[in-house]
């Protein structure tokens, strides 16, 4: 009998195995694709390999402006294809190799629990193995939604699952949804030439994000001619032989593949778990937030299948870190879901962490913002990228409650703001502290001299 039997092999769930080494457990890990999920093999990492080459493209196009003469570059697509897929083969490999050392028993096939303590699974031959284990971890991740009129054939209507995989760079792509993924792809897509229209329901670019960095956002994306949408549906796609027409309002526009971006849902059907009593809400699982444990006492879940989790890996790595830690110890390990940062890897990069204005004003708070461009900063016009700003949510008379950072390696620097809003700092005491000149973080540290009542520049 195992200690924990993990289903999904993800970053919910490959975190689990590994850090169940820790506390001396045993483990089996069960994958019926290969181990890295979602994170590793369709999401952040080949998503983030596409837009690392597409900002060397443009870096070289650009490269005249300071003082570097080439001659105008050329995108090969198949060979950011062959790069992207060095590194994720090359990570999945290593994350194997790690697997192994830490003595975890990765079993290939689908997991279904088929009562308390029981795991059932069934390899692609079929043949079925029985695993008996003292706790389940649930890790199974999510899967691209679409909406009604655009069937996802793999080819004309794709998911970002197919789009990491082209072969070819389109020629004229529609992207459906401006949330996270819609504006990365739209984003790396324009960079490197493909001509993109960008559909929205609400009315800014990435809801939810802090509309003024949706405005910097679309005023970078106007400069690189994506044609926006906002407040738009789009009625059903129409297949024609030049590609594939998307109706909006009265009008229309055609190109050759439209990108399907408008969420993603949760992978828990057929994974027996009426059978053993884990509640659900539209698929996701319930689960006490200090433990990760569902309504099951033995079964735990982890990662894009939690109700009420954002869909974030490094999420998934912090619950699957609550989830062992209470399995061996008994001991809780709350996760500050409020203090966990979010990164939009656009260009320029958008990156948050705690509450918005909005959310704090909702949420009843006395908020007082304070903002800072990055026009008048010196690292940032040195890199030629002076379009971005801080934003700074806080209490009036008490601490940071959010931050929102756009601009050049702004998912680096979001983490000093995790830290202001996690510790609960005073403006005032986050801004005693001296940032390093020149550099873009300097910008944070204006904007929280500002929102300390003195100001420098
Ligand atoms: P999302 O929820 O971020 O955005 C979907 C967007 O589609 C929303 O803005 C919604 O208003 C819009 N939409 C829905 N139906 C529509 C319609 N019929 N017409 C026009 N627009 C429509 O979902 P997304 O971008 O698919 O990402 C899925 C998950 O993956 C998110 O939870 C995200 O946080 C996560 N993710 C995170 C990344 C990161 O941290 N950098 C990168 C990629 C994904």
């Not at 999920?37 to 369709?42: A, D, V, Y």
């Not at 998912?411 to 986050?430: D, F, K, Q, R």
């Amino acid at each position: 009998m195992y200690d924990i039997a993990i289903i999904g092999g993800g970053p919910g769930g490959y975190a689990a195995a590994l850090y169940a080494h820790n506390f001396g457990l045993s483990v089996a890990l069960i994958e019926n694709e290969r181990i890295g999920g979602t994170c590793l093999i369709k999401g952040c990492i080949p998503a983030k390999s596409w837009i690392q080459s597409a900002e060397v493209f443009s870096t070289v196009a650009g490269a005249e402006e300071f003082g570097v003469i080439t001659s105008p570059p050329e995108f090969s697509w198949p060979r950011a294809l062959e790069r992207k897929q060095k590194i994720v083969e090359g990570l999945v490999k290593g994350l194997g190799g790690l697997l192994q050392q830490r003595g975890v028993d990765v079993i290939d096939g689908h997991g279904r629990i088929s009562g308390s303590g029981k795991v059932n699974v069934t390899a692609a031959d079929g043949s079925e193995t029985k695993i008996a284990a003292k706790s389940t971890i649930l890790a199974t991740g999510s899967e691209a939604a679409s909406i009604p009129g655009y069937d996802i054939d793999g080819v004309t209507i794709v998911t970002s699952d197919h789009a990491l995989d082209w072969t070819e760079q389109p020629g004229r792509v529609a992207v459906i949804g401006a949330g996270v993924i819609g504006c990365e792809f739209a984003s790396f897509l324009a960079e490197v030439g493909t001509e993109v229209h960008l559909f929205e329901m609400e009315d800014q670019l990435v809801p939810g994000m802090e509309p003024e960095a949706a405005t910097v956002l679309a005023r970078s994306f106007r400069k690189r001619k994506i044609k926006t949408y906002l407040g738009s549906g789009v009625g059903p796609a129409r297949i024609t032989d030049t590609g594939v027409t998307v109706p909006y309002g009265d009008e229309s526009v055609e190109v050759d593949v439209v990108l399907v971006a408008v969420g993603r849902r949760p992978v828990t059907s057929g994974l027996g778990l009426d059978t053993v009593g884990v509640s659900t809400d539209h698929g996701f699982i319930e689960v006490n937030s200090a433990t990760m444990r569902t309504t099951a006492a033995d079964i735990y879940a982890v990662g894009d299948i939690v109700r009420g989790s954002p869909q974030l890996a490094h999420v998934a790595f912090a619950e699957a870190i609550a989830a062992v830690t209470h399995i061996a110890t008994g001991d809780t390990a709350p996760i500050d879901y409020n203090a966990v940062p979010m990164v939009v890897y656009t260009h320029p990069e958008i990156a948050s962490v705690g509450m918005t204005e909005a959310i704090a004003s909702t949420a009843g708070y006395n908020v007082r913002t304070t903002e800072h461009g990055m026009r008048g900063v010196g690292r940032a016009i040195i890199q030629g990228e002076i379009g971005g700003t801080v934003k700074i949510v806080s209490e009036t008379d008490g601490p940071i409650l959010g931050a929102t950072v756009v601009g050049p390696g702004a998912g680096e620097m979001i983490h000093e703001l995790m830290y202001a809003v996690g510790w609960e700092a005073l403006p005032s005491e986050a801004a005693a502290f001296v940032h390093a000149h020149p550099t873009v973080s300097e910008a944070i540290g204006e904007t929280l001299m500002a929102a300390a009542g003195r100001g420098l520049h």
